[in-house]
């Protein structure tokens, strides 16, 4: 996607939200995260829609793969991961987001929806990466 379309649509939701929620976003508890444990923290924001489709097109793809039993996805609203104080690198400015937490710590993420198929490949990709 060309960086343009990026920043377009990461101000498109930024302005989505900020609009009073439709609904609530399901809060998932992250408070501690075991030794040498990796999961996977998708950033929402209530009445994105992208957020919506992702719940509806790539969380239960994820689940369903093999993937999802050694790397589990939670869905995490921003505010609550900013209030958890969860380690990210830098600044969530692009939702969804989904990040990997390898020992309480990101160790990569994947800004922006990207469909199911495509997802799961940058997900394996960053999972194997050694840091």
């Known amino acids: 996607m060309p960086r343009r379309a990026r920043l377009a649509i990461a101000v498109i939701l930024a302005v989505a939200a900020s609009m009073p929620a439709a609904h609530a976003v399901q809060h ?16 929402e924001v209530p009445g994105c829609f992208y957020c919506r489709v992702f719940r ?38 692009v939702i969804p987001t989904v990040v990997l937490f390898r020992d309480g710590k990101e160790a990569g993420r994947i800004a922006g929806y990207l469909p199911p198929k495509k997802l799961l490949r940058y997900i394996n990709g960053l999972i194997s990466l050694k840091r």
């Open 28 to 43: 998932i508890d992250t408070s501690a995260f075991p030794a040498s444990r990796m999961e996977l923290i998708v950033i």
């Open 56 to 93: 509806r097109n790539v969380l239960p793809a994820y689940e369903s793969s093999p993937r999802a039993r050694e790397v589990p996805m939670r869905m995490l609203d921003r505010k609550a991961a900013t209030a958890r104080g969860l380690a990210f690198s830098r600044p969530i400015d």
